[in-house]
């Protein structure tokens, strides 16, 4: 099951990111559980969407309890998001990345925790949402969480920001996308002035002017892209109290999404 949910090209990316077992002068201590086993046992979480309490653990060798705890050190490591961006540099190298960035759209999830609000279009359930930025293709390439009660709008700047930069098969790396399309939740003249600065070429819906079966052309990109997130049933329902966390298992959702794009 191990080699399954971790496979060579993936357990390869992340031995390049995962930080380095911290020696214990003193000696003494448990032998401590090896990296490709906890990092399965966190896949099989993230995917089947179970509790670390429901971790199967004679299938693992290991307690959902131990999953968790490295689990969290690595989330403070930054790991995934370091995984992430490797692969999408993996990607760019091979020139799999067209253009840097494409799309933006959210999704919300419910629970409540650090950034969390009422959901203004769910009967007001606490609940997060989910912001991503992609590839015209599909892969993502910027995500965020924020509060199911924040405006769309506000996601934006931060997750143009958060793009990083990716190698290209020629030349410097990419750090600003050519152009974004977005819906009609973006159209406010202070983010066209914001994308005109650094020279992205927007493409924004206007409201009461252009048509959402004109939109729709576009818009079915991150729609399967967020799809692809689904995939992740941990996704489903936010159970993380820390927002880090969360984020964590969505930047791993991103990450399996790219993957496949480079296993192909």
Not at 63 to 81: C, Q, Y
Not at 97 to 122: I, M, Q, Y
Request: glycine share 8%; net charge positive.
């Amino acid at each position: 099951m191990v080699e399954r949910l971790v496979p060579t090209a993936l357990w390869d990316l992340f031995q390049r990111v995962v930080p380095e077992v911290p020696s214990r002068p003193q000696g003494g201590g448990r032998r401590r559980h090896g990296d490709r086993k906890v990092l399965a046992a966190i896949v099989f979480v993230a995917t089947s969407g179970c509790t670390w309490q429901q971790l199967p653990s004679a299938s693992f060798g290991l307690s959902g309890a131990t999953a968790h705890r490295r689990f969290s050190e690595w989330t403070k490591a930054r790991v995934w998001a370091k995984l992430h961006r490797l692969v999408l540099d993996e990607l760019g190298s091979r020139g799999e990345l067209v253009e840097v960035c494409d799309r933006l759209c959210e999704h919300a999830d419910s629970e409540k925790g650090d950034l969390t609000g009422p959901n203004p279009v769910d009967r007001g359930k606490y609940g997060s949402k989910i912001h991503l930025i992609t590839e015209r293709t599909g892969p993502p390439l910027s995500v965020g969480i924020s509060a199911a009660n924040l405006h769309d709008s506000q996601a934006l700047i931060p997750l143009v920001k958060g793009i990083p930069p990716i190698r290209s098969r020629r030349g410097p790396r990419r750090r600003r996308p050519g152009k974004l399309h977005a819906d009609k939740g973006y159209d406010y003249s202070h983010l066209r002035r914001w994308l005109r600065k650094p020279g992205i070429t927007h493409h924004i819906a206007r409201k009461g002017v252009e048509s959402s079966q004109r939109l729709g052309r576009h818009r079915w990109t991150i729609e399967r892209t967020m799809s692809w997130l689904a995939g992740s049933r941990r996704l489903h329902r936010r159970y993380e109290r820390k927002a880090e966390h969360f984020l964590a298992f969505t930047a791993i959702a991103c990450t399996f999404i790219c993957l496949r794009r480079l296993v192909c």
